[in-house]
């Protein structure tokens, strides 16, 4: 039972709730604040939207390497444990299904395309999954209670958040030629959230939390690819906000953070820029919305942002670079 509510808090602090559309004032930022360009106008660009109520939404998507791909979680509702693997052709705008349920999430494709990873919630209990663009080859590692799968740059490692002693979450990386787990990241007291590797590798970044319970006390931290060297780079207890790395640009220059209010989840996307600290609004909510909820997100080859909100709808939006 206490794995199975650990489980449900991480994944609300993963996928984020329904965030309230309200200005970001700059006193709670780490580094300054430069805001966007029109207010309520982030240039966003629809990609799909269903086509009536009875579809299914797409969540959670994630870029092919080449990007003529998008990899999604294919349901209903942000919580539906009916989670199809689907992937978009850009280029056709046919939606494919790959994997039939499973409560496919949270997919990443490998950096040479030939694998993608996701996290399977079929058995009561998130695993990681692997199957081939196609969806052949279907298969799943055996660490239970492992969420939100990343692929690394050096194509044989996959980064996840992983209970590695009840009630204690570590940042892990397997080796799929070792065929070995590797405890990239623990601390005494806190919990690590999914680790995000840089494009070049040097860099992994993960969100820290005391308690799965307890939005207010969130660290976004990077560390070098060996575990060491800690900074902490959007601290813990600036006022409302909480925030979760989401994808790297493809230069390693900038971080793509989902931020939002400690007790709505993450709700709009900026990006911070390691070299300067600057941070940056990315998405602001429309308002004929009223509110948005953004879960997860990927920054493509070509400069895009690709993002999903909370009514299933996937948006591009162009990036600093």
């Known amino acids: 039972m206490c794995r199975r509510l650990a489980a449900y808090w991480l994944g609300l602090l993963v996928?984020?709730?329904?965030?309230?559309?309200e200005d970001v004032p700059t006193y709670t930022l780490p580094g300054p604040y430069v805001p966007p360009p029109v207010?309520?106008?982030?240039g966003r660009r629809l990609l799909w939207e269903p086509k009536d109520e009875y579809e299914k939404q797409c969540y959670e998507p994630s870029f092919s390497p080449d990007g003529t791909k998008v990899v999604v979680s294919y349901r209903n509702g942000i919580f539906g444990r009916d989670a199809d693997l689907a992937i978009l052709d850009l280029k056709t705008g046919k939606l494919n299904i790959i994997v039939k349920g499973n409560s496919a999430k949270r997919p990443t494709w490998s950096p040479t395309g030939e694998w993608i990873a996701y996290q399977g919630d079929r058995e009561a209990a998130p695993y990681i999954w692997l199957c081939r663009p196609d969806g052949s080859e279907n298969h799943?590692?055996?660490?239970?209670?492992?969420?939100t799968p990343r692929w690394g740059p050096e194509r044989d490692r996959i980064y996840f958040?992983?209970?590695?002693?009840?009630?204690?979450?570590?940042?892990?990386?397997?080796?799929?030629?070792?065929?070995?787990?590797?405890?990239?990241?623990?601390?005494?007291l806190l919990n690590v959230g999914p680790p995000?590797?840089?494009?070049?590798?040097?860099?992994?970044?993960?969100y820290l939390c005391d308690d799965l319970q307890n939005y207010k006390d969130v660290n976004l931290a990077l560390i070098n690819a060996d575990g060491t060297g800690l900074d902490v780079i959007w601290p813990a207890g600036r006022a409302r906000y909480w925030a979760a790395a989401l994808a790297w640009s493809p230069s390693g220059t900038y971080i793509l953070m989902g931020y939002g209010y400690p007790s709505s989840g993450l709700g709009e996307l900026g990006t911070y820029e390691l070299k300067?600290?600057?941070?940056?609004?990315?998405t602001k909510c429309p308002p004929r919305l009223g509110f948005?909820?953004?879960q997860c997100a990927s920054w493509g080859p070509n400069g895009d942002i690709l993002f999903g909100n909370h009514l299933g709808r996937l948006y591009l939006i162009e990036a600093p670079e």
């Open 39 to 42: 207010k309520g106008d982030d």
């Open 140 to 147: 799943r590692l055996e660490f239970k209670w492992a969420w």
């Open 15 to 21: 996928i984020g709730g329904l965030s309230g559309c």
């Open 196 to 206: 995000l590797p840089s494009p070049g590798g040097e860099k992994v970044a993960f």
């Open 276 to 282: 300067t600290g600057i941070f940056r609004p990315v």
């Open 292 to 294: 948005e909820s953004i």
């Open 161 to 188: 958040a992983y209970a590695y002693e009840p009630r204690k979450i570590y940042g892990v990386y397997y080796d799929l030629d070792e065929q070995e787990l590797h405890v990239l990241y623990r601390d005494p």
